[in-house]
């Protein structure tokens, strides 16, 4: 019996969704359960399972193509296991031996490579097919005489190979369209400002090496840098509470809670999980939860109630390197605060010249309705709870 494929819903205001990679094709058996195609909106990446044992017979919508929720995009014959034979299952290539005597599929030879391979004297069984169903494109041969060695010139000429230059041309994916479209709308509505600051991360360092091997045993997971931040800014947030609030029309929306948006990189760009209650949390539960956000990020695991709302962001770029930045807002949200590599570096302290690890930090706010006295006070009042850390746990 045949069974159709159909996009699910991927969320309330998701109408469209687009088609990713097609992880089976026709003829591959499949089992109940298993991903079958990645479908990707603006918001999210969802793999999409087969909902019985078969074999694919037909796909509907290729890579890139748009698909509404509850459109049919494959068809799957129904068997046992998932390994009955059914109509359309792919045929083996041919095979082919080359020089060395291995066996290879045989690949259809596009005119326009045919042509290519000619002027390039590249042979069939050199060039590494990447277009539908084996074939061989132009792309793939001049690829492969761009990587032959360059003819020797002959004596009585001085002319010089030219190199071969390519593009290529990407289509943006939807989590990346709307990324831009993002940050575009918050350059554009906002009023947006950035102050600095230094933190001197010495006794965090300190506290962390004291502690590192307890806090691990205890909860499984290391006690890292981001954990301290996410304290210091409900701290702060709790004192300037313009930050944490939002524009909405004419009015201003204050939130009597801390949402804490964690920027981490996924497998399709930029997402910012959310630690809902940040002010509720402890130490560990902070930094499970962002181990947990990091390890899914990057199998496109992270669902779309963990991405909605947010009333403030922090982004580390100084995982990356970034010695200093200025992060941009994320729309309605008035604040966002980016910190940066530690470096250690000479400062005065106490008439003295010493050497501490430092870290810029960094906050970017809406001026709608955050004062720079306020934007100051608020990074001010962070570096002071990162550097005496004691100043949290007695909150003062």
Excluded at 178 to 200: C, G, H, P, Y
Aim: proline share 6%; hydrophobic share 40%; glycine share 8%.
């Amino acid at each position: 019996m045949a069974v159709e494929l159909r996009v699910p819903s991927v969320g309330e205001s998701i109408k469209e969704v687009e088609i990713g990679d097609w992880l089976k094709n026709p003829g591959d058996s499949v089992k109940r359960d298993q991903a079958i195609v990645v479908i990707e909106s603006d918001k999210a990446t969802v793999e999409v399972p087969s909902p019985i044992d078969g074999v694919i017979t037909k796909v509907l919508k290729k890579k890139r193509e748009k698909a509404a929720v509850g459109d049919v995009i494959a068809i799957i014959e129904e068997a046992a296991g998932g390994t009955a034979s059914a109509p359309g299952k792919a045929a083996e290539p041919a095979k082919i031996t080359t020089e060395s005597g291995t066996a290879r599929p045989s690949n259809i030879v596009m005119p326009a490579a045919r042509r290519a391979m000619a002027e390039h004297n590249v042979s069939a069984d050199q060039v590494v097919a990447t277009g539908p169903g084996g074939r061989v494109l132009k792309e793939d041969v001049l690829r492969q005489a761009e990587n032959k060695p360059a003819a020797v010139a002959k004596p009585e000429t001085f002319a010089a190979p030219v190199p071969m230059r390519q593009e290529e041309t990407v289509a943006m994916t939807p989590m990346r369209r709307r990324i831009a479209e993002r940050l575009v709308q918050a350059q554009q509505n906002a009023a947006l400002l950035t102050t600095f600051n230094e933190v001197d991360m010495t006794n965090v360092m300190a506290l962390r090496k004291a502690y590192q091997d307890q806090f691990t045993k205890k909860y499984n997971v290391k006690l890292g840098f981001m954990s301290f931040f996410v304290k210091a800014a409900v701290d702060a947030l709790k004192l300037i509470p313009q930050v944490n609030a939002e524009v909405r029309g004419e009015d201003i929306i204050y939130h009597n809670y801390c949402d804490v948006g964690i920027a981490v990189g996924g497998g399709k760009g930029l997402v910012v999980p959310i630690l809902r209650n940040a002010e509720r949390m402890s130490f560990a539960q902070v930094e499970i939860a962002i181990s947990d956000f990091g390890k899914r990020a990057q199998e496109n695991k992270i669902t779309l109630d963990e991405l909605r709302g947010g009333t403030f962001t922090i982004s580390n770029g100084g995982v990356y390197g970034s010695l200093l930045s200025t992060p941009i807002v994320n729309p309605p949200q008035s604040g966002i605060l980016g910190l940066h590599t530690i470096q250690e570096r000479p400062i005065a302290l106490n008439g003295q010249v010493v050497i501490r690890p430092m870290m810029y930090i960094a906050m970017t706010y809406d001026h709608r309705i955050v004062d720079g006295r306020e934007a100051v006070t608020f990074l001010k009042r962070i570096k002071e709870s990162v550097e005496e850390p004691s100043r949290m746990l007695l909150e003062i």
